[in-house]
């Protein structure tokens, strides 16, 4: 079974700290993306990454793929309570896209 | 309207009725997908569709029932439902199984509750 482990499961920071949530697999991905989830709502798409090293900014936060494909990172600097959810990887491994691996979550808590 | 429509957002139903869960895409993609969202659980793909054609299915019990009558729209027909099928259900689509995946759009998900 291919999986995504995800660290930390949860985190609870003040207001302006940051943090780093890790995806991590022993398979290689052929592009990776990251989701956040709020209560009661759907996932919504933040970011694609495609190549090994690729880093990408949208804001506050930066996503990182590992060099072999294999790993993921996402940074938030000076965390807001609007960034509180639920934090998702999810990945294609080869060619059949629909072989979609959902990671297993990083619950996140901003406090004002 | 735009992105992924999902409807009813909630849903109760006692284990010997039979509903739908509706999902519409506005989007123009040609994938679409069933997924279950359980507490603590990850993301359990349930069906996909490419083109109106189911091509998985993934060991779900005969209780869910998929319909796609045209590209943008997709069903979840349930009967006989048990209550640890109370779930989070969510509809997606996205371009489809060539190139490089860019993701999904998810819709906002129909909370169940089997009584």
């Known amino acids: 079974t291919q999986l995504l482990e995800q660290s930390p499961q949860f985190l609870s920071i003040q207001e302006g700290e940051n943090l780093t949530v890790y995806c991590n697999s022993s398979s290689v991905f052929s592009s990776l993306q990251w989701y956040r989830q709020e209560p009661g709502e759907g996932p919504v798409l933040l970011v694609t990454?495609?190549?090994?090293?690729e880093v990408k900014k949208l804001k506050r936060l930066t996503f990182q793929f590992g060099d072999a494909r294999k790993d993921s990172s996402l940074h938030i600097t000076a965390a807001q309570p609007g960034d509180t959810g639920l934090y998702l990887c999810a990945g294609v491994v080869g060619a059949r896209t629909y072989k979609y691996i959902f990671g297993t979550g990083t619950r996140l808590k901003v406090l004002a | 309207e735009t992105g992924v429509t999902q409807t009813p957002r909630h849903l109760v139903m006692g284990m010997t009725n039979k509903k739908s869960l509706k999902c519409e895409q506005h989007?123009?993609?040609?994938?679409m997908y069933w997924y279950k969202q359980s507490a603590k659980k990850p993301l359990e793909l349930m069906f996909v569709?490419?083109?109106?054609?189911?091509?998985e299915n993934n060991s779900v019990p005969s209780r869910f029932s998929p319909e796609c009558p045209n590209s943008s729209h997709l069903f979840l027909h349930l009967h006989t439902l048990q209550p640890e099928d109370s779930a989070l259900y969510l509809c997606?689509?996205?371009?489809?199984?060539?190139?490089?995946?860019?993701?999904?759009?998810f819709g906002s998900g129909t909370r169940l509750t089997v009584v």
């Open positions: 569709y490419s083109l109106e054609e189911r091509v």
């Open positions: 997606a689509s996205s371009q489809g199984f060539t190139g490089v995946h860019y993701g999904y759009t």
């Open positions: 990454v495609v190549t090994g090293g």
């Open positions: 989007l123009g993609h040609n994938a």
